[in-house]
């Protein structure tokens, strides 16, 4: 999450080859038999004997907001200025409260205090704490995918609605899950994935992500209050528990999202449609960024900051891998390596692994679909390529995402952001040489991921290394 509020420079980590992987913080892979063993285990909460309130009655919406802060977001610096994010998020949320329509339910884990469990309720007097506090666990392990499971399970019987909405709120990582002896959270190969907990080191896997929302059921809408959660690999993993998908394909700053004017959103018109919520959105995240960020006293100006946001629909990813096998198949049969490679050199990048020393972004894997198929296809030599070019661009634009908005860009490597499509996939670096301890860094294997096995995009993408490595 927000990850250019501490961005941090790693190259020195990766020069120094394998050394730099103790055994003594060894995360093994997990499988498929690791997640079907975790289906029986006890709640992660047995020790704690919570309020059993008799459940509410059933409103409009619950929103269920899982806000790890056992990390810097807990207390961090931006330019210079310390933010307490977490507390500036729920202190928006208590702006408006539970409403006799819309259930706010946190369980907020702060650095050094464990995690606490609390309806979110209007402040309105220096007496009303608003919150009321259900359970506490000083010993909570926010990077525990069952510990969301069981979050959202409670909320759901306590407050019962009609529709639901889980944000995640963390660092992000996107589909990479590193296996490294240090871990701070956030962006660069020194960091973790989404829902990393400093103390315990743990964290979110992508392969848990499915089982994680198979055990929670439908949920209407998956908010991810991360950096880099918007692509493909990440997505596909819950597909089939969720009704809609928000996130960036970029960073987020550490503001987050405005969850004041969210809920005022959600209250005057609790039966919105998708439609409608992507576009207040979508509306929001362009004012914000035109009319700077407030720390404090102090209001910065983000003209030359470049952002992301798009809602996607979890039903279009189970066409995705046709259209992807398509464009893959074309591309490698009709052996358009120079299309490949311009598309390599040029494809709108997000952050970089290395992104306080990457300017150019060499080690960037994470591209924008849309863009890299459009550069595929103009310099395509088959008619066959350019059709399925074509093809993957229009099921993107026009049945995956929902809406998306770019905002700026990067200018260091002319990246126009306003042309991006909405969902980022693993695409092949620029590096032509990749540094040495990068072999070490994986913990999930890029080909066990759903999409991997539902597609030829793995296949696809170790073609294009082969290519664009081999070019003089």
């Known amino acids: 999450m927000k990850t250019n509020i501490f961005l941090t420079s790693v190259m020195s980590l990766l020069t120094m080859g394998a050394s730099a992987f103790a055994q003594d913080f060894n995360l093994n892979s997990i499988s498929a038999a690791d997640i079907k063993a975790t289906q029986t285990d006890k709640g992660i909460f047995d020790f704690i004997k919570p309020d059993k309130p008799e459940p509410m009655g059933q409103k409009e919406w619950t929103v269920m907001v899982f806000m790890n802060a ?99 709120w963390n660092h992000g990582l996107g589909w990479i899950d590193p296996k490294m002896e240090q871990a701070p959270s956030g962006t660069g190969t020194s960091a973790k994935g989404i829902l990393f907990d400093d103390e315990t080191k743990n964290y979110l896997r992508t392969a848990q992500m499915k089982e994680m929302m198979r055990q929670i059921g439908y949920t209407d809408i998956v908010m991810q209050n991360a950096c880099l959660q918007q692509m493909a690999e990440v997505l596909y993993e819950m597909k089939d528990s969720v009704g809609l998908f928000v996130g960036s394909e970029e960073t987020m700053l550490a503001q987050g999202y405005d969850y004041t004017k969210l809920l005022n959103f959600m209250n005057a018109n609790p039966a919105f449609t998708n439609d409608q919520l992507s576009d207040w959105l979508m509306n929001w995240y362009k004012e914000f960024y035109a009319g700077g960020m407030n720390v404090g006293p102090i209001s910065m100006p983000l003209d030359d900051m470049g952002a992301t946001l798009s809602t996607v629909r979890p039903a279009a990813l189970n066409e995705l891998p046709g259209y992807l096998d398509a464009f893959a198949a074309a591309a490698m049969r009709n052996n358009e390596t120079e299309a490949v490679k311009t598309a390599v050199a040029n494809v709108i990048r997000f952050t970089s692994l290395d992104p306080a020393n ?29 059709q399925a070019a074509q093809n993957l661009i229009g099921f993107v634009k026009g049945r995956l995402v929902m809406r998306a908005v770019g905002i700026h860009g990067d200018k260091e490597n002319g990246y126009d952001y306003t042309k991006v499509g909405g969902i980022a996939i693993n695409t092949t670096m620029k590096a032509k040489k990749l540094p040495d301890a990068l072999a070490g860094l994986y913990e999930t294997k890029y080909s066990d991921l759903g999409l991997s096995r539902a597609s030829q995009w793995d296949e696809f993408v170790t073609w294009s290394d082969n290519a664009w490595r081999s070019a003089r």
């Open 70 to 168: 056992h990390n810097n977001l807990s207390d961090s610096q931006l330019l210079g200025l310390v933010g307490k994010w977490a507390e500036k998020d729920v202190k928006e949320m208590k702006e408006v409260g539970t409403t006799d329509k819309v259930n706010i339910v946190v369980e907020l884990g702060l650095k050094g205090k464990g995690s606490k469990r609390m309806l979110i309720t209007k402040k309105g007097s220096v007496l009303s704490s608003g919150e009321t506090v259900y359970s506490e666990d000083p010993k909570a392990d926010m990077g525990d995918y069952k510990r969301v499971v069981e979050f959202a399970k409670w909320a759901k019987t306590t407050f019962p609605a009609k529709k639901t909405m889980l944000v995640l």
């Open 358 to 386: 990457d300017k150019k972004k060499m080690i960037a894997a994470y591209a924008d679909l849309a863009d890299f198929a459009r550069i595929v296809g103009e310099n395509a030599r088959s008619q066959e390529t350019k």
